[in-house]
């Protein structure tokens, strides 16, 4: 492999990254979609979309290995490799937590919601905006936008407190909601995990553009501008 071709390569690599990201975002915006309206057979493709990521991951993670086996890559290299490597992985956990809110929308498909659906949506479109947003910033290497997701994580993280607490008081009140809320909190935490996986992804955009390994959570955070 040329010189040339390995930069080639790597350019076709982070578009790769950018498309897996894109469809993962579709597939969370579908899961949520048939949940608020109940649509079993966008749940059913929501399913079927995921081993289309997992396949997706695979062909990443074959061309990365290939690149390493047959060039030395220098630093920042290595860094956009291994970045991919780790970012691909998280996608696909994402994916992973969208089948699991598609798996409650069947479950729940003949059972009317026991409340209105308000908080949740809320978490799923933060949740979808940070992902849009994390994937613009590795895509750009922008250190601004990535380390910026650490706000909306703690909107998320606010917002899964106050379903939680909502949807406790409701199994408390009633033994029948006890199901239903068990897998609505399924829902909730499954975003929140989301959430905490597109954080991960911020955390290695960071890394990419600056060789840096920062911890979004951490309120000291410094400004690497």
């Not at 860094?79 to 956990?93: H, N, Y």
């Not at 798996?103 to 949740?127: F, G, H, Q, R």
């Not at 917002?159 to 809320?181: A, F, W």
């Not at 990419?208 to 955070?221: M, P, V």
């Amino acid at each position: 492999m040329t010189r040339n071709s390995f930069a080639t390569s790597l350019e076709e690599l982070s578009h790769d990254v950018l498309m897996m990201g894109n469809l993962v975002e579709n597939i969370i915006s579908s899961a949520m979609k048939s949940l608020e309206e109940r649509d079993l057979k966008l749940a059913e493709k929501v399913l079927a979309d995921d081993d289309i990521v997992d396949n997706f991951q695979l062909e990443i993670e074959d061309k990365c290995l290939t690149m390493l086996a047959l060039q030395q890559p220098m630093a920042g290299d290595l860094r956009t490799i291994g970045t991919a490597l780790k970012i691909v992985t998280d996608l696909e956990r994402i994916a992973d937590h969208a089948v699991d809110i598609a798996e409650v929308t069947i479950k729940l498909s003949d059972e009317p919601l026991v409340k209105p659906l308000v908080d949740i949506p809320k978490m799923a479109k933060l949740a979808r905006e940070m992902l849009r947003e994390s994937i613009i910033a590795y895509t750009n290497k922008d250190l601004k936008m990535a380390q910026s997701l650490a706000v909306k994580e703690k909107e998320v993280d606010q917002l899964y407190r106050l379903v939680y607490e909502d949807l406790l008081h409701l199994m408390q009140k009633d033994q029948k909601n006890i199901s239903q809320g068990i897998n609505l909190l399924l829902v909730a935490l499954s975003l929140e995990r989301v959430a905490d996986h597109v954080t991960n992804l911020g955390e290695w955009t960071i890394y990419l553009a600056s060789g840096k390994r920062k911890d979004l959570n951490d309120d000291n955070l410094l400004d690497m501008e």
